[in-house]
């Protein structure tokens, strides 16, 4: 029983395309996460949101949208997708915002290359 | 923004032999994770400690905070340890406390 599931786990597609990344967690947690893992094993975050405060990191280009139908899902859309998106995309829960906070689950990520 | 640095960034160990990673981190901090990702690419959760020292098994962490820096024991290594090592903070100040930056890494490989 996955606790953080991100679906798919590869994605290849052609320059200007549009495509979402689904995540879905199962733990009960508030808070979730999208981080970016490039081609140097580099990880940075990309969203974090919860019921309350979507937190967008200003490096991250307008094509990149995170949408939250509820406190369990955060997808990610990507329109206009260009050959430097190509990276292991990762989606994270954890248990508070703002408090303590107990450490994150991540899932298995999500390849996707751009051609 | 908060540095966070991460050393040796390669290690090569023999089945057995017992390592220590670094990390230093630039400013405050009140949230501190070492993570280990799987040469599959799956990324677990090792410890949350912004403080203090926890233990898991052959892994034990310990971070000073009044010093910035963290410290990550792997003792009687192991094949399946292979993989790399990250470190992730988040500043005291601004931000928030669940955005994690995450350092560089080291990188792993233990053989048999």
């Known amino acids: 029983d996955t606790a953080v599931s991100q679906t798919p786990k590869y994605l290849v597609t052609q320059m200007g395309n549009d495509k979402s990344i689904k995540c879905e967690q199962n733990l009960g947690h508030d808070t979730m996460y999208w981080y970016k893992q490039d081609s140097k094993k580099f990880l940075k975050i990309m969203f974090s949101?919860?019921?309350?405060?979507?937190?967008i990191n200003e490096t991250v280009p307008n094509r990149f949208s995170p949408k939250s139908p509820d406190k369990a899902h955060l997808n990610l859309h990507i329109n206009s997708l260009e050959l430097g998106d190509s990276a292991v995309y990762f989606c994270?829960?954890?248990?508070?915002?703002?408090?303590?906070?107990?450490?994150?689950?991540f899932g298995s990520g999500t390849r996707l290359t751009v051609v | 923004g908060i540095q966070v640095e991460q050393s040796p960034p390669d290690l090569i160990l023999q089945e057995g032999a017992n390592s220590t990673l670094r990390c230093n981190f630039s400013d405050s901090v009140n949230n501190l994770q070492w993570f280990h990702q799987n040469p599959w690419g799956q990324l677990i959760n090792l410890f949350y400690?912004?403080?203090g020292t926890k233990q898991n098994g052959r892994l034990s962490a310990t971070t000073v905070a009044t010093e910035r820096y963290s410290l990550l024991y792997i003792s009687s290594s192991q094949t399946t340890d292979s993989g790399v090592y990250f470190c992730?903070?988040?500043?005291?100040?601004?931000?928030?406390?669940?955005?994690?930056?995450f350092g560089k890494g080291t990188k792993l490989s233990v053989k048999p």
């Open positions: 949101y919860n019921n309350k405060e979507l937190i």
């Open positions: 400690i912004p403080s």
């Open positions: 994270a829960s954890s248990q508070g915002q703002g408090r303590v906070d107990y450490g994150y689950t």
């Open positions: 992730a903070v988040a500043p005291f100040y601004g931000g928030s406390q669940g955005n994690l930056i």
